[in-house]
């Protein structure tokens, strides 16, 4: 997980060379501006209605609430100043859970 200040282009670009090996395949969905992963992986997305968007991204949408729960029952809020670091004792806890 990264904060960004804007969701842009250039920051997905930044993201996809840093996170993911070249040609892996990458579901979205249709927000514009994620066709930027097209330039370097193989894109699914779709058009999905929010309802759906659990069977379409079904890991996405536990992570970000696990992510929101951990942030409010541990944290009890968040400092914008302090977001990535948030995020990042969330991965470090997640990837060594049991």
């Known amino acids: ?17 840093k996170h993911l090996k070249v040609d892996q395949t990458v579901k979205t969905d249709a927000l514009p501006v994620l066709n930027a992963v097209s330039e370097t992986q193989h894109h699914r997305k779709e058009l999905t209605p929010p309802r759906e968007t659990a069977v379409w991204l079904p890991l996405v949408h ?23 670091e948030y995020l990042d004792e969330f991965c470090y806890r997640f990837n060594r859970r049991l």
């Open 62 to 84: 536990r992570m970000i609430g696990n992510m929101k729960t951990f942030i409010n029952g541990t944290f009890h809020g968040v400092y914008s100043k302090c977001l990535q």
């Open 1 to 17: 997980m990264q904060a960004v200040n804007t969701a842009s282009k250039v920051t997905v670009r930044q993201f996809l060379g």
